[in-house]
């Protein structure tokens, strides 16, 4: 009957007007011919790139992209993905590529890319149970899971999952502060300008970034010293602490870090969970790019003491080879998310509070995407276990760099390797160059390594050295790989001594 109506009717395209560029059941068929089309030519790019980036300068794309006159749109979705494989596509930085080893960005999982479908699509919200129902149910299952993981005792940790690391580390040094403030007397300004913060010389931005925001001055934040391997060194801390009792200074939270973002670096979390207790300061511990290790089968012990924390930052977008962001921050003690909750009456009323899990409880976002759904589906189809051999692989690779750069003149390791970095400088064998210019010289070669697009590597500052950095995160990378990532980086060096020495410059 269906058809025979059909033919009768004048076959006439429907008009479309803006509303039928809106998801829902009528639209679907639409839905998923645009989504099609975008992820064929996002997996014909992935197929295409044979380089992790084709070098383009910020000068080069801005033309391009100021050339868009946005008052005038296209009209149709092909035409706006053709324009941006021009835009955007073509020369964008392909994390997945064996030869980008330059940030703390690793290759993803399909599946928990796949997920994303369904993040999307349905859009939940995470803030209340209303708009998320099972949604949340999911994210607590992973929070709960996270905690196991730490060592913390399930039933009584709690957290949330954040958009990232940043985040995670703002929002426990936020939840320590208030604690801090709520045992102190006098006026609040008073109170807060005896607040001190100790974390290593090594640590993350973010928590100088906190105490900026948390109206304590980023003087507030203490700046340990690190041994030889770059772990914050307690001796130090212990006097620095004592110092500032003395002076009538509060300890607020003491931020270790399990896995610096240069060298990680493991601070000695059980004696820092130690002086933790013996002044009365939060223990943080910043795992954003070490909690890979959680799930590790060879080297899990490595974070042994991570379990005496009050609070846990846990970047799965690092070392779960998770989509950005995946983040969440984990507490011992649940009840510690009281000092922020916020009743609002249209949202979250108080009332109502014992009988509905609301996660905008605990967050600092109100909207908020349903990103744990993206772990879930990872963990769900490969396993906790594969994860962590994948997170073993990296760092074996990492040993296996270390030892590559030991057997070249030209390269000298700058510190053992403790994860999945490796940092290292390059200089003529036998006749260096003073300090100041090596500096220039590396990082001419990684500039120059970008703009041919052959590798991309990338480059930190140790006591005013300007050297050169690895940062595998690529269970597929080879050890050939590595070898032609250093050759690249010789190659670049030797061309660029001999372009400078032509030139009469050292
Ligand atoms: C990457 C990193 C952060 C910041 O995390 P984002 O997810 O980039 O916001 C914090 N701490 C450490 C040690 C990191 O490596």
């Known amino acids: ?32 011919e645009e989504t099609e089309d975008a992820l064929h030519r996002a997996t014909r790019q992935l197929q295409q790139a044979n380089s992790p980036t084709t070098g383009p300068s910020p000068t080069g794309l801005a033309p391009r992209i100021e050339a868009v006159d946005l008052e005038a749109p296209l009209g149709s979705s092909a035409e706006v993905f053709s324009e941006l494989e021009e835009l955007y596509l073509r020369d964008a930085v392909y994390f997945h590529h064996p030869k980008y080893a330059a940030h703390l960005n690793c290759p993803v999982l399909i599946p928990s890319v796949a997920a994303e479908a ?15 129902a099972g949604a949340t149910l999911i994210e607590q299952r992973l929070v709960q899971w996270s905690a196991g993981l730490i060592g913390f005792a399930v039933s009584r940790a709690d957290g949330i999952f954040t958009s990232g ?24 300004p008073h109170r807060l300008s005896q607040l001190r913060i100790y974390t290593s010389a090594d640590a993350h931005f973010s928590i100088a970034n906190a105490a900026m925001l948390l109206g304590l001055g980023q003087d507030a934040v203490r700046s340990i010293p690190t041994d030889a391997r770059h772990r914050m060194d307690s001796v130090s801390l212990c006097e620095q602490i004592e110092r500032d009792v003395a002076a009538g200074l509060v300890p607020m939270a003491i931020s270790a870090t399990a896995g610096t973002t240069d060298f990680g670096a493991i601070d000695p979390l059980s004696d820092l969970s130690a002086l933790a207790r013996r ?7 910043d795992a954003a790019y070490g909690c890979g290790l959680l799930v590790s089968p060879r080297h899990r012990q490595r974070l042994a003491g991570i379990e ?51 996660q905008v409880d605990k967050s600092l976002q109100t909207t908020r995407r349903f990103d744990a759904l993206k772990l879930w589906v990872g963990l769900r189809t490969i396993g906790a276990s594969a994860i962590g051999t994948m997170f073993d692989r990296v760092i074996e690779l990492a040993g296996e760099a270390q030892e590559l750069i030991g057997l070249r003149a ?8 403790q994860l999945s970095t490796v940092v290292f400088g390059f200089n003529h064998p036998t006749e260096p160059l003073p300090q100041h210019h090596a500096n220039t010289l590396n990082d001419a070669i990684r500039q120059r390594l970008y703009e041919r697009g052959q590798a991309m590597v990338a480059a930190t500052t140790v006591q005013g050295r300007r050297l050169l950095k690895l940062t595998l995160l690529n269970p597929n990378t080879t050890v050939r790989d590595l070898e032609e990532i250093l050759d690249l980086i010789c190659q670049a060096g030797y061309e660029l001594l001999a372009e400078n020495f032509a030139k009469g410059r050292p």
Request: proline share 6%.
């Open 165 to 188: 690391g940043t985040q995670s580390n703002v929002q426990a040094m936020l939840i320590a502060r208030n604690r801090a403030v709520a045992r102190l007397d006098g006026p609040l």
């Open 118 to 132: 369904f993040v999307s699509t349905l859009n939940t919200s995470m803030d209340t149970f209303d708009q998320s």
């Open 1 to 32: 009957m269906g058809t025979s109506l059909q033919t009768l009717r004048p076959q006439r395209r429907q008009p479309t007007t803006p509303e039928d560029t809106l998801l829902c059941g009528a639209t679907a068929t639409r839905f998923r």
């Open 279 to 285: 002044f009365g300061a939060w223990l943080h511990v």
């Open 410 to 417: 030209e390269l000298r390791l700058e510190a053992p390797v």
């Open 308 to 358: 005496q924390a009050d609070s846990v930052t846990l970047d799965f977008h690092k070392s779960f080879f998770q989509p950005i962001g995946s983040s969440a921050l984990v507490l011992r003690e649940g009840t510690d998310f009281d000092s922020i909750r916020h009743y609002a009456d249209y949202l979250n009323p108080r009332a109502a509070a014992a009988q509905t899990p609301n």
